[in-house]
């Protein structure tokens, strides 16, 4: 378990506009200092939005195409996971099994610090997962989850994982990073390659390659291979996950197959949206639909 909330916990910013990221600090039960990034904006009930794992990625990357229409209506906080953007680079430090229990505890810690009751869960790829794995440790902390392509589906007759698992997962090994290594991984998450300005990967390379992260990687291949703290669409307790859950998914999705919806077909409350011409971004391939739809489903219960 881990503490470091209350009065442990320190918040901070530099007198900058809240389109810049501020940061909240604890410290784990193990004396682990840790240290989460976040941007909020908007008003209302109170959403975290959790971004994928890749190499690069940012909460406000992977949501720049849904905060301002979101923060319409909610109250959006928008985290860098640790491991990841301006946070501690130690998502190891929060005991969990797996990284994906390990992002869960990152979003308690997240919102006992900032007082946060109750929020509803926004997860693309590994953040669903650690929205997941929050909702069935500590379900009165969720209201309703949102889930794009989550991580920890098991595909019937897979010998492996994708390719675009393959390259995240492999990502800082050998020769380490590269924009010709992270230009092919980023080619995995979108449908309409046409999407890809070479900004955009100059931005995540750049990200990607912060000495902290390459020291420490959040995400690298489990030793001895994957097992339950991976694959979480087998954990018992997910039939007993009663929150109402959208999952959103791409049919062209060849990071997490949309095959791997099955096993959480399980939960009891769950609407599941399939998108054609949509790749593993559905947030930000398909913003305004994304953006609707997800908009309606958070704010009614019907």
């Not at 906080?77 to 990284?99: C, E, M, Q, R, T």
């Not at 308690?108 to 929205?131: C, E, T, V, Y």
Request: charged share 15%; net charge neutral.
């Amino acid at each position: 378990m881990y503490t470091g909330y209350g009065p442990q916990a320190r918040r901070g910013n530099q007198e900058v506009e809240m389109a810049q990221a501020q940061f909240v600090e604890g410290t784990t039960s193990t004396g682990a200092a840790w240290r989460i990034g976040y941007q909020v904006s908007g008003a209302g009930e109170d959403v975290v939005l959790l971004h994928g794992g890749g190499p690069g990625a940012t909460g406000a990357s992977n949501y720049s195409k849904n905060i301002e229409a979101l923060s319409r209506h909610f109250r959006c906080w928008v985290i860098d996971f640790p491991g990841w953007g301006s946070s501690s680079k130690n998502l190891n430090a929060f005991g969990g099994l797996g990284p994906f229990h390990n992002g869960g505890r990152a979003v308690l810690a997240f919102m006992d610090a900032m007082g946060i009751q109750r929020a509803h869960l926004i997860g693309n790829s590994f953040g669903g997962s650690a929205a997941l794995c929050l909702a069935m440790d500590a379900p009165e902390r969720v209201g309703k989850l949102v889930l794009m392509g989550p991580g920890g589906g098991v595909v019937a007759g897979a010998t492996g994982p994708t390719e675009g698992i393959k390259q995240l997962l492999t990502y800082y090994l050998g020769d380490g990073p590269s924009l010709e290594k992270l230009e092919s991984f980023i080619g995995n998450l979108v449908h309409d390659q046409s999407l890809l300005t070479p900004e955009l990967i100059r931005l995540r390379f750049e990200a990607s390659n912060d000495p902290e992260i390459r020291a420490n990687p959040p995400l690298v291949p489990p030793p001895g291979g994957p097992g339950k703290e991976t694959f979480i669409s087998l954990d018992p307790r997910l039939a007993s996950v009663s929150n109402r859950t959208l999952f959103i998914w791409g049919l062209q999705d060849r990071v997490n197959l949309v095959a791997g919806l099955a096993p959480f077909k399980v939960m009891p409350n769950a609407d599941y949206l399939l998108l054609s011409r949509c790749g593993h971004w559905a947030q930000w391939e398909h913003p305004q639909r994304f953006n609707d739809v997800v908009t309606s489903f958070l704010l009614h219960d019907g």
